[in-house]
């Protein structure tokens, strides 16, 4: 299984990125998909997670900004981020949780705001 994140880049703050992570496998099903992101000499921090029906979770410091999509037929998940802050500057992981908890991590994308 592979997870391919895209979608990062330089945006001012205010502006709006989406994120997308596809998860390579014809016979991968997985529970949850999600967004941790890390800010060098920092702390992994989670974003957002959706389980397969659509149950979503946020960090408090997103909610209202970020929203958490996925297409189970594509096993892709997106982020779209919207209002963008500075504080949002990190490196975005998307990762797939199996229904037995195993995880698998994309390579990560950039994000870059600038004030």
């Known amino acids: 299984v592979q997870l391919q994140a895209s979608g990062g880049g330089l945006v001012q703050a205010g502006g709006s990125l989406r994120l997308s992570c596809a998860a390579s496998?014809?016979?991968?099903?997985?529970?949850?998909m999600g967004w941790y992101r890390q800010v060098p000499g920092k702390q992994r921090e989670g974003v957002a997670s959706?389980?397969?029906?659509?149950?979503?979770n946020y960090a408090d410091s997103v909610k209202g900004r970020f929203t958490i999509s996925r297409d189970n037929a594509k096993n892709t998940v997106y982020l779209q981020m919207n209002n963008l802050k500075p504080e949002d500057t990190a490196v975005y992981y998307c990762?797939?949780?199996?229904?037995?908890?195993?995880?698998?991590w994309g390579q990560g994308t950039l994000v870059t705001v600038s004030s």
């Open positions: 959706i389980t397969r029906v659509g149950i979503t």
């Open positions: 990762y797939a949780r199996t229904y037995y908890s195993a995880d698998y």
């Open positions: 496998g014809s016979t991968f099903s997985p529970n949850i």
